[in-house]
């Protein structure tokens, strides 16, 4: 295939060593605010290129690939969302980077609320796209629907003839990025898939304990329900949500411009707010993005 590359030759493409793995990642860079993407199960760095580009004038996108996933080392153990979260703080340590920003879609988006739980005021605010904040019974239906046998079914095959069925279900998906996610998917080590085995984490529990300001965007058919948002911001008076309309699970793909502008908008501001004191006391269609 020849079709053009939309990840600009004046990014740089590194590796970082990172609890005795290699973490691939591509960084916009320049001397700007860090914002760290987080992708998703089956993607890589490289499938945030799109939304990367309308950032990167204000801000220096690092995009890792997650373990199992892209360019990065597939262990044969350890793909629980407490071994990503590690990788990123690993990455966050490693690489020098300071007060970043956290984006993350899908299980990146766990895996950001996580990070975020845990580093406190290290981090600068965080910005989850449709995570995976699912129920048990969720979690437990999507493990058993045979999306491991799919992948591997899938792994079959060849990259054109995934283009094309991919080009042919998602049609208003530029051809570029296309390749990217089909490059992606066929990159995935199966074991990245254990991230699915239940039980999630908790992620309530996770959002009561971020004290940076978030922002939750939310397709309206996505798997994150606006009811679970405002449960989230009664939870977390710091958790702002927006609704994306006629969008789906791929924010990233789907609407990376609609993405981009709620990132900017959201963090621009949140760079000059005050964050939150920590107390003891506080205010109180998944399966389907898995398939081409």
Same mark, same amino acid.
């Given at each position: 295939?020849?079709?053009?590359?939309?990840?600009?030759?004046?990014? +740089?493409?590194?590796?970082?060593? =990172?609890?005795?793995?290699?973490?691939?990642? /591509?960084?916009?860079?320049?001397?700007?605010?860090?914002?760290? =993407?987080?992708?998703?199960?089956?993607?890589?760095?490289?499938?945030?290129?799109? /939304?990367?580009?309308?950032?990167?004038?204000?801000?220096? !996108?690092?995009?890792?690939?997650?373990?199992?996933?892209?360019?990065?080392?597939?262990?044969?153990?350890?793909?629980?969302?407490?071994?990503?979260?590690?990788?990123?703080?690993?990455?966050?340590?490693?690489?020098?980077?300071?007060?970043?920003?956290?984006?993350?879609?899908?299980?990146?988006?766990?895996?950001?609320?996580?990070?975020?739980?845990?580093?406190?005021? +290290?981090?600068?605010?965080?910005?989850?796209?449709?995570?995976?904040?699912?129920?048990?019974e969720w979690q437990e239906g999507v493990y058993e629907s045979g999306v491991v046998?799919?992948?591997?079914?899938?792994?079959?095959?060849?990259?054109? +003839?995934?283009?094309?069925?991919?080009?042919?279900?998602?049609?208003?998906?530029?051809?570029?990025?296309?390749?990217?996610?089909?490059?992606?998917?066929?990159?995935?080590? !199966?074991? +990245?898939?254990?991230?699915?085995?239940?039980?999630?984490?908790?992620?309530?529990?996770?959002?009561?304990?971020?004290?940076?300001?978030?922002?939750?965007?939310?397709?309206?058919?996505?798997?994150?329900?606006a009811e679970t948002a405002r449960a989230l911001h009664r939870l977390n008076p710091?958790?702002?949500?927006?609704?994306?309309?006629?969008?789906?699970?791929?924010?990233?793909?789907?609407?990376?411009?609609?993405?981009?502008?709620?990132?900017?908008?959201?963090?621009?501001?949140?760079?000059?707010?005050?964050?939150?004191?920590?107390?003891?006391?506080?205010?109180?269609?998944?399966?389907?993005?898995?398939?081409f």
């Amino acid at each position: 295939m020849t079709r053009k590359n939309i990840i600009s030759t004046s990014w +740089a493409n590194g590796v970082c060593r =990172a609890n005795d793995i290699n973490i691939n990642y /591509l960084r916009t860079g320049g001397n700007k605010p860090p914002l760290i =993407a987080l992708h998703g199960l089956a993607g890589s760095g490289a499938c945030w290129s799109q /939304l990367a580009r309308a950032l990167e004038k204000d801000y220096d !996108v690092i995009m890792p690939d997650a373990r199992g996933h892209g360019l990065s080392s597939a262990p044969q153990h350890g793909y629980t969302y407490q071994d990503h979260a590690n990788d990123v703080i690993e990455l966050i340590r490693t690489l020098g980077i300071k007060s970043p920003y956290l984006l993350g879609h899908s299980m990146g988006g766990m895996t950001a609320a996580m990070v975020a739980s845990r580093l406190g005021f +290290a981090i600068s605010g965080l910005v989850l796209a449709d995570p995976t904040f699912i129920s048990p019974e969720w979690q437990e239906g999507v493990y058993e629907s045979g999306v491991v046998e799919q992948h591997l079914q899938l792994l079959k095959s060849t990259k054109e +003839a995934l283009f094309k069925e991919a080009k042919a279900k998602h049609r208003y998906r530029s051809s570029e990025l296309i390749e990217h996610i089909v490059q992606a998917r066929l990159q995935t080590n !199966v074991k +990245a898939f254990d991230v699915l085995i239940p039980p999630n984490p908790e992620f309530e529990e996770l959002i009561r304990n971020v004290y940076v300001p978030t922002l939750l965007v939310l397709g309206s058919e996505g798997i994150v329900s606006a009811e679970t948002a405002r449960a989230l911001h009664r939870l977390n008076p710091d958790l702002q949500y927006k609704l994306i309309p006629d969008a789906g699970h791929g924010l990233p793909y789907d609407e990376p411009a609609r993405l981009a502008a709620a990132v900017d908008a959201f963090l621009k501001p949140a760079a000059t707010s005050v964050r939150r004191v920590k107390t003891q006391t506080r205010v109180n269609p998944f399966i389907a993005s898995f398939a081409f």
